[in-house]
């Protein structure tokens, strides 16, 4: 089991810049494949970025103002996100995926006022 916890949202204004951190449990962070996803109401969750196997990914909508990274020493992926915009605004969750099993945070919120 991978416990997966979420930090960093909060209220910013459009234009503005946030960090949001993801701690991951486990011995064997490095082999993990990390994301971010974001889901705001009434809408279906969505991919952001990704970090893994694969490399770097990120959504259409989000490149150019969004970076992930890692620190695998610390058990962490980050998600440095500038230039927001008020559809930005989402709960942000991230995701461990280790041998086909995905693991999700509880969220953090991210609102971007205009």
């Known amino acids: 089991q991978v416990q997966v916890a979420e930090s960093g949202g909060g209220l910013v204004q459009a234009g503005g810049s946030l960090r949001l951190s993801c701690a991951a449990s486990?011995?064997?962070?490095?082999?993990?494949?990390m994301g971010w996803y974001r889901q705001a109401p009434g809408k279906d969750r969505e991919f952001v970025a990704s970090?893994?196997?694969?490399?770097?990914l990120y959504a259409d909508s989000v490149k150019g103002r969004f970076t992930i990274s890692r620190d695998n020493a610390r058990n962490t992926v980050f998600l440095q996100m500038n230039s927001l915009k008020p559809e930005d605004t989402a709960k942000y969750f991230c995701n461990a995926r280790w041998v086909g099993t995905d693991y999700w945070g509880q969220g953090t919120q991210v609102t971007v006022s205009s």
């Open positions: 970090t893994g196997r694969s490399g770097t």
């Open positions: 486990g011995r064997i962070f490095s082999s993990y494949d």
